[in-house]
């Protein structure tokens, strides 16, 4: 979890970790209060959680010098991206203001993860979920936000990554990669459109 705290694009209050992590607020507490020493968690809960020193991302990352602590940078980022599939793929989306933090970095950063992913079984499994209902959420999220340009680039970085060799390992592989192209296509049709209406 720390590893994952640290690697995350841009820090989060608790609740929304919470969310992102899909942890009881008890238990991320506790974890939190193990690592207080290098992590910052407002007694409050509405500020970010955050790292003290920047250097302990770079800590971390280093095998010989972390040693026990060491995870490895594919590993954190197939945590996130699980972690933001899931996200995405068990909760109504919020549009606008009324958006949580948690939904809003799922939403933006879950192709940075997953480019950077080691494609374990879990991460291939939610990737399998993530049927066309959700990629149409996604859509219907970033009309109303007008971020479709964001999502033009995601879904162009994450059929880049599900079509690298890497990933592909099955027929399945190749379905999901497929899907992400449909979509991509998709919404690169409706941006079009919007610049030509405006």
Known sequence: MLASIIRLVQPLPLSDLQELFHADKESLAVMLEAFSPVILNPPDGLGNVEIYHASLNEF???PHRSQ?????DAHAHEHLACRCLDLLTRTEPVYGAAAHNAQQYARSWWVTHLSSAYPSSELRHLLMGFKKENLKRLVAVAEQDQSLGLLTVNLREA????F???WIRNLSDVVVAWRIVKASRKVHKRVKKAERTT
């Open 60 to 62: 971390m990352k280093d």
């Open 159 to 162: 059929r880049k990554a599900c």
């Open 164 to 166: 690298s060799w890497k």
């Open 68 to 72: 026990g602590y060491h995870v490895d």
